[in-house]
């Protein structure tokens, strides 16, 4: 049983940062690729970014690319999402989430196991 809790969203005005938190058990966590997610009210889904179990492979939405970085450790089990120069339009619910397999995707269905959600809201 895989286990996902993320943390860290909030509400941030126009141009802030915010850094969630996803704290994985359950599974051998250091083999694993990660991903973040997001929906927000009325609309599907989405990716937003994606990590290797070594870190050497990261993709990016690209309505993120440039202000979102993610990043891992595998030693507290916990991949983190740095949301810099946010935008009223990131807001959302956001979630973590591991795939069966260990390559990192940007598809939603390759994804097994899904956090809760953290809602973050983005002010004008």
């Known amino acids: 049983q895989v286990q996902l809790v993320e943390s860290g969203g909030g509400l941030v005005q126009a141009g802030g940062s915010l850094r969630l938190s996803c704290a994985a058990s359950g599974r051998t966590f250091s083999r694993q690729a990660m991903g973040w997610f997001r929906q927000a009210p009325g609309r599907e889904r989405e990716f937003v970014a994606t990590i290797s179990w070594s870190s050497a492979i990261t993709y990016y939405a690209d309505s993120v690319k440039g202000r979102f970085t993610i990043s891992r450790d595998n030693v507290k089990n916990t991949v983190y999402l740095q949301m810099n120069s946010l935008k009223p339009e990131d807001t959302a619910v956001y979630y973590c989430?591991?795939?069966?397999?260990?390559?990192?995707?940007?598809?939603?269905?390759?994804?097994?196991?899904w956090g809760q959600g953290t809602q973050v809201t983005v002010s004008s």
């Open positions: 989430a591991t795939p069966l397999g260990v390559v990192p995707s940007t598809r939603t269905y390759d994804y097994a196991y």
